[in-house]
């Protein structure tokens, strides 16, 4: 006791101290997201976000593809971070926004840009770009297809933004055997992959991610073809509309569900087994048997797919996430924050997760 009394804690207290440490350190290191993160600290950023997203899918509804894409793009590459938003390396060299998966073809950067803004006005550095391309991703999803689910939040924003990194997306000329190592780095498994695939029935697409299904580029002059699993009128409506001169920066586009563009609906699937896959990827679902047999089920019930779709999402928002004390809440979501100001996430007191840790905000 006259230790303790001393300022040196006794055998007993030291011996608390370690076991609460050892009690508490799984909990900290696996910080997990959670819904409702912002409920006591910005009631309405979801609601913000929301206003947002449907603000620019009514001038253009092609926006909600680009931001279920934009989150995508986010996760695969040094978890959900928003580094996929910075357009300045703080290392040097081109960022990912840079690289070619995502320049020119990503798309919904000025609606993230008008929900952080929207957000900072309310409840000014609490509410991190991560969370608001998930949260922006969940809502194009809402309007496009009306699958809803709710968001786990408490991401925080990355600090290293790198080109060379985009190698952990898939390229539109993957093998279902690339396609199933890249989504298993991830930690989602195939069904993930064929489920999450299947946001291929909104959006667009420019040229050059498919011109080499359909013009043999090496050849002189350059010859006519089609690649296997494609169907001849679609490849020849395809090469009509790409020329084979097509280069990254031609800036021709096509839908990628010619019916309905802009619905999520489970079209990809009934598209696929009639060879209007539009990339050679796409098609792999249909060549590998255990991912065809998904693709049978989700066309023929699309509430199943939906349902999955929404797992799926949730799933994939998880991927590496920073969280409690880890990372910033960037105030503006193209730039990492001056090197001089630390800003903490706002949160209430710690508060259990999904899985039962503890949140560390
Ligand atoms: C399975 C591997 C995947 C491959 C190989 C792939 C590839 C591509 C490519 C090449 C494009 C067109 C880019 C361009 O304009 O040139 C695209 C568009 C798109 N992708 Fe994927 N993708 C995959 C998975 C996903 C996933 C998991 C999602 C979301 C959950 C997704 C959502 C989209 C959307 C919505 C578009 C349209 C974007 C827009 O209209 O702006 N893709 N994808």
């Known amino acids: 006791m006259r230790a303790a009394r001393q300022g040196k804690p006794a055998a007993g207290g030291v011996a608390l101290l370690v076991a609460l440490a050892v009690w508490l350190l799984p909990a900290v290191a696996r910080a997990q997201l959670r819904v409702g993160f912002y409920d006591t600290t910005c009631p309405n950023a979801e609601a913000l976000v929301r206003q947002a ?24 590459v040094r978890g959900c971070d928003a580094s996929v938003l910075l357009t300045v390396n703080p290392g ?15 798309r919904g950067f000025d609606v993230i840009d008008a929900a952080k803004a929207a957000v ?9 770009c991560a969370d608001i391309v998930a949260f922006a991703a969940r809502d194009s999803a809402a309007l496009t297809g009306s699958v809803s689910y709710q968001v786990p939040a408490g991401r925080r924003d990355g600090h290293v933004s790198n080109a060379s990194d985009t190698v952990d997306l898939p390229p539109p000329t993957s093998t279902a055997k690339e396609l199933t190592d890249l989504f298993a780095a991830k930690n989602l498994s195939v069904e993930d992959m064929v489920v999450l695939s299947g946001a291929h ?27 296997a699993g494609l169907s ?11 020329p084979s001169n097509t280069t990254r920066a031609t800036p021709i586009t096509t839908a990628m569900d010619p019916g309905t563009p ?7 699937y009934k598209l696929l087994p009639r060879g209007m896959g539009l990339f050679f990827s796409d098609n792999q ?47 503006n979501c193209s730039v990492v924050n001056p090197s001089s100001s630390t800003i903490e996430l706002g949160s209430s007191a710690p508060a259990a997760d999904e899985d039962g840790g503890v949140a560390t905000s």
């Not at 900072?120 to 991190?128: D, K």
């Not at 802009?262 to 990809?268: I, S």
């Not at 255990?290 to 023929?300: D, E, K, P, R, Y």
Request: with cysteine.
């Open 262 to 268: 802009n619905v999520l609906d489970n079209n990809y």
């Open 285 to 331: 679902l249909r060549v590998d048997t255990a991912m065809a047999a998904l693709v049978s089920s989700f066309a023929a019930n699309e509430t199943l797919w939906k349902e999955k779709f929404a797992a799926a999402m949730v799933k994939m928002g998880r991927i590496q996430v920073q969280t409690g004390t880890c990372g910033e809440v960037r105030l």
């Open 201 to 227: 029935t909104v959006g667009r697409s420019f040229c050059e991610s498919f011109v080499d299904r359909v013009w043999n580029r090496s050849a002189k002059p350059p010859a006519a073809i089609v690649d």
């Open 92 to 106: 040097g060299g081109q960022t990912e926004r840079d690289a070619a998966p995502n320049n020119p073809s990503l």
């Open 53 to 76: 997203v449907a603000a620019a899918f009514a001038r253009d509804a092609g926006t909600a593809a680009g931001l279920i894409r934009l989150h995508f793009h986010d996760c695969f």
């Open 120 to 128: 900072e006005q309310s409840c000014p550095r609490t509410v991190s």
């Open 232 to 242: 001849s009128s679609y490849a020849s409506l395809l090469r009509a509309l790409c």
